[in-house]
């Protein structure tokens, strides 16, 4: 149980990296820094935008519960 608990955790892990760095940066900060400034017209939907945050969430969630899990069967192992 533990191994599939530290699979999905890893897994998610990656996941919610890739998609927090595909979100299109919304200030002038880092994003701008490193080349994010320049538009790109194939990036503007909105709806695809609506669903990588939905997505993102969704997956953020997940990570947050696989946290969750593994340290309650840490803890009580």
Not at 30 to 57: A, P, W, Y
């Amino acid at each position: 149980m533990i191994i599939a608990l530290n699979v999905g955790l890893i897994i998610t892990s990656v996941l919610l990296v890739v998609l927090v760095l595909l979100h299109r940066g919304k200030g002038g900060g880092l994003s701008s820094l490193f080349g994010g400034g320049v538009q790109s017209s194939l990036s503007g939907s909105s709806v695809v935008e609506k669903n990588l945050d939905r997505i993102t969430i969704f997956v953020g969630a997940l990570w947050l519960i696989f946290i969750v899990a593994v340290g309650l069967f840490i803890k009580y192992s």
